[in-house]
């Protein structure tokens, strides 16, 4: 897929991951669509005035089916389409298992999960009609390995690897494409302020030795929306945390 001018929905897109995914298809001429749950701020949107394409901002909950139809018809109201959707929108709340509430694992899975159903959904009508488009999923290395303190993280990213292959095998005939990025150790606002003991242990399992950015998570997202014969993958990102 030539990717200027086409149309990206990014959810989660006001920082971190999100928004450098936002950035990097915004530098190759695509119009964006920014997401958050509150209102995009004037700064964020500042920083994309440079750039070809058309931004606009679009707020709303992912994990609320209305808000995801609603967001998907205002998009498709100011730019036509709904070319490219990154189901980036998710949160954590980690504890324990026994100290785990039915809330925070319920919580979790509402918003990284069923947002990312509701989402998917809500664009794959136009998509289908149109029979083209991409929908990129972002999953996490602990959906494929686990992780102490996040069993209600990692059954969702987990369940979005599922979630996206069985999508993808419904809706390849049509030209869409579903596929999954997972993202090991990213620097982020979150890890900066973690313990330098818990940074240290975490590079001691990475090959690579360093954290990842959220610059290199962006361009697996381009070559994933760019790939026309590419479906139902998971593509790690993890500087070989997760090789077998």
């Known amino acids: 897929m030539e990717l200027q001018n086409k149309n990206v929905f990014i959810t989660g897109s ?7 995914v936002a950035h990097k298809f915004a530098s190759v001429g695509a119009n964006i669509v920014l997401n958050g749950l509150r209102e995009i701020s004037d700064q964020v949107l500042a920083e994309f005035a440079g750039y070809p394409g058309k931004v606009v901002a679009i707020s709303g909950d992912v994990s609320q089916s209305e808000d995801a139809k609603r967001m998907t018809e205002e998009a498709i109201a100011a730019l036509g389409s709904v070319d ?23 919580q979790v899975l509402k918003v990284n999960l069923t947002g990312t159903f509701n989402m998917t959904q809500s664009v794959l009508k136009p998509m289908t009609k149109a029979r083209q488009g991409a929908i990129i999923n972002l999953s996490s290395v602990v959906g494929l390995t686990g992780n102490i303190g996040q069993a209600n993280y990692s059954a969702s990213k987990a369940g979005l690897i599922g979630f996206s292959k069985s999508v993808a095998r419904e809706v390849a005939a049509r030209n869409i494409r579903v596929n999954c990025i997972a993202p090991g150790f990213i620097e982020s606002d979150m890890t900066d302020v973690l313990p330098e003991k818990i940074k240290e242990a975490s590079l001691a399992q990475i090959p690579m030795k360093r954290f990842g950015s959220p610059e290199e998570v962006a361009d697996v997202a381009i070559f994933l929306a760019s790939q026309e014969y590419l479906t139902g993958q998971v593509i790690t990102i993890d500087g070989g945390f997760t090789m077998q």
Request: no cysteine; hydrophobic share 45%; glycine share 10%.
């Open 14 to 20: 006001a920082r971190g991951i999100g928004l450098a």
């Open 84 to 106: 490219v959707l990154v189901n980036n929108a998710g949160i954590t709340r980690d504890k324990l298992m026994l100290k785990m509430t039915e809330e925070d694992f319920e």
